[in-house]
């Protein structure tokens, strides 16, 4: 039989711990009771003067700077007014006040408190750039509007302006997306929208501290809880030239167009101007409905980037790249010649030459300075579609150039292939006609002919353009060009801007080599003169070219819209620029240029 | 043969988990109604857990301790090196959506351990091996938590060593002894090992108004919290102390004040009656035992429970400085509650086998 063991000990000293358990759960509430029975009402009164808030403490976004240093975006401080809605004794006199400031519309106002997001003790930024009159009538009005509180800021500034409007960008409210995806992002922060802003944004954004205070019932501050401190955003140099910025702006004025210039050694951009451009600081701050009216119903759309994404006829410029093409695949050789004579059937329909009366003799370099148009009907001809396709695309034509800025337009290369793939139509003969001399299916945007024309004069390589530095240097395809016809085709390009018949003479006094071209945005009828066409069927006018001639330091690829010939409007044009390019000041000739 | 469940101590569980979730569902709205539908699906598991745990019959208890503790043991180092950090604690494993903190288990098989090793051994007071070999089977598992570290969890495996220490009948020149190193090894941490945010903690209880936005923040709006409750509370929903968030912690450690901020000193009062109910019924478990280790078993339950709901209401109230120490059963956290679950079925399988022994 077992025996029993005897558990009294153990039971009695369990017992005193349940005793002495009990005794402290006694004392516990004996202090609930003195919290709150007795001193209930003191306590009550803290709870109702306790305001805790979660105030932002703006983050400074970095700086770019141009290649010599020149500040192209800054940040200004600026003061902007908060709201926090769920201390507010009444909201719609509160927003009542506001709008009485001159800050937004009351209506407008309301929609966005009422939709604001769950955190409710984050404040809402209801102002931004306050001036010193309406700092002040939020101040007198503290004790009023606790609710309302006036803390400093940042506001984005870009000392050019316009000039840089597109290629430097400007930043635009976080999107509710965007919020929804990173749970850490400010409401009211801004994030960088186009251009470099974008491009680099999360180079250029530092993190946005916060602060937790308690402030009194009339939003005095009475003590910091918390502080995370802000950490600024870095700076960035970029490979864009201000001066030559500025100067791209001035010249082009009020026609729109397009300039693009890069360092055709390692694809450095120097220049990307998208005329007309708009002010960009309107989206620093709240932009007002009229500025965005204004902006987005301007019939010259200045928010289009046209240098990245406005896709134009080639026209002439893309002569020297199927003259090349030409000459490498061995179907025509430089002195192979074509009597021009205006006009030429092929396929069955006539093809006619820009110059009514004709060229006569044309061979290689003749083509190229005065760009008969015959000459290259028949070399397209020779070299066949697929061919000028595959070359173009060597080039760079037809795919974006990955200069890494956003929405860039990849452009178009027409080929049998591609119209059945994508047009769903056969492809007619006749059209390889028009590709031969940039008309027709064929499509590119300012910086891929800079980018073209670029390894016409480094050589043989197509750099890929950029305007922050990669640290890991600059990607290049090597395109393997003979040196011997590579030398024939710039010899042509030389003769454009330096022969007696060039078509871009008012280039002359530069070291300048390059290309003209008119491109159709109608084909022009029998009898039809295009001076004749109303100004939004006028031709777009380029010009493309390198300077120095030797040692080519840029490439330029400019284009006005609707601006008529590219020897009479681009060159000119474009020889303001390169000649500040080049250091020197060369009022250009005038209009010395033909029409192509 | 075997009794029924105790009723009471399932009334005090229900009532207290039920206050906690309707404290959930109030502060739903500042921290996520996610953390809601997760501590009402926790509720429900760790309520079955009770009841399954309470028919499994107690000898089997003291049979897999040893397996349970290594077990607990092993999950303790695995999670130093595999488990997920989370504000500089490595104490989480990741399972899918879930996390379970290891940590809160092995506290458990602790007290299975410990409970065992005393109800084998007969006779009473503890020679000084004895008192070494209990301190050691709580110490492995407290030091490796301590690894992780997690202080606050640590600090809970205390009471058990203590309770252990009592029930097993240490002589009274060894306590007097234990309470003069204790107090050695305070002012030796005061001056080496505390730092000086814990320090300014432990100062704050002594001077309320030292630093009422620093340090002392949190223990002045608790306090704040539980004094605007009054009376009769300003109803579930409408604390301002707890819904504008100046209450930190508002669904775990400071869950509490919530609570006495909607109910009030009647809401707050019961549910001090719901732990006091549920401390007696596990006390009256162990009074009643027939065999030593359940009576040990429940004692150390009873005794860790009643740890952390005195230090987790002392620092709640402002009496003790803030330890990151859990209110069982209320405040939100599933590995907490489901340990606690598992640990009241153990206590409920000692009831109902209360007249065997072993």
Redesign the interface.
Known sequence: M?I??D?G???R???M??LA??L??GA??F???Q???I??????Q???N?R?RRLPLAAVRGRIYDRRGQVLADNLPAWNLLLFP?EARNLNETVLFVADLGIGGAASLHDRVNKRS?D??APMVVGENLDWNQVARVRSHQSDHPELSIVAGFRRHYPLGPAVAHAVGHLRMVSEEELVANPRLDPNSRVGAIGVEALADDFLTGRTGERWV?VSAVGRQ????REISSTSGKDLAVTLDADLQRVAAQAMGERGGAVAAIDPNNGAVRILYSAPSFNPELFSGKLSTEDWNELSNDPRLPLQDRCLQGTYPPGSTIKPFLALAALTEGVVTPDWSVHCSGGVVLHGHRFRCWRRGGHGKVNLLRSLEASCDIYYYQLGQRLGIDRMAGWLEAFGFGRRTGVGLPSEASGLIGSPEWSRRVRGTPWYPGEAVSVSIGQGPVLATALQLARGFAALANGGRLVTPHVVVNPEGADSIDLNLDPALLEQVKSGLELVVHGDQGTARSLAALPVAGKTGTAQVVRLQEGVDSADLAPHLQHHAWFVGWAPIDDPQIVIALVVEHGGGGGSIAAPTASIILSAALGENVDPAPGQGQER | MEHRIDAWLILAVAGILGASLVTQNAVA??VGPQLLARQLLWACAGMLTLLALSRVRLDLYARVAPLVYLIGLAALVAVLFFGEIRSGTRGWFALGPLTIQPSEFARVATILMVAAWLGRR?G?GLSAKEAAVLVALVGAAAGLVALEPDLGVTVTYLPVAV?AL??G?LPRRAWIGLVALGILVGVFAWHTVLKDFQKERVMTVLDPERD???VG?QVR?S?????????AGQGVGHG??SL???LPAQHTDFAFAVW?EAT??VG??GL?LA??LL??RI?MA??V????FG??LA?LV??WL?FQ??VN??MV???LPTTGITLPLFSYGGSSLLSTCAALGAVQSVWRHRLV?Q
């Open positions: 077992e029993r063991e558990l000990p153990v039971r000293r369990s017992m711990m349940l358990i009990f402290v759960l516990l509430h202090r609930m009771a919290l709150q029975l001193e209930g009402v003191h306590w009550r803290m709870a109702e306790n805790l769920d769950v409710r003790l308690v009475l003590g910091v809880v | 709205g500042v007969s009473s309770a009592w029930i009948g009422p936005y620093g923040y709006q306090k704040i919290a539980v004094g605007a409750g009054g009376l301002s102390q504008l968030r100046f006495a009030g000193f707050a009062t001090l732990y006091a401390l007696y006390g162990a009074v035992a027939e065999n030593r009576l040990v004692v009873c005794a009643a709901v005195v209401l002392g109230l402002g009496l022994n």
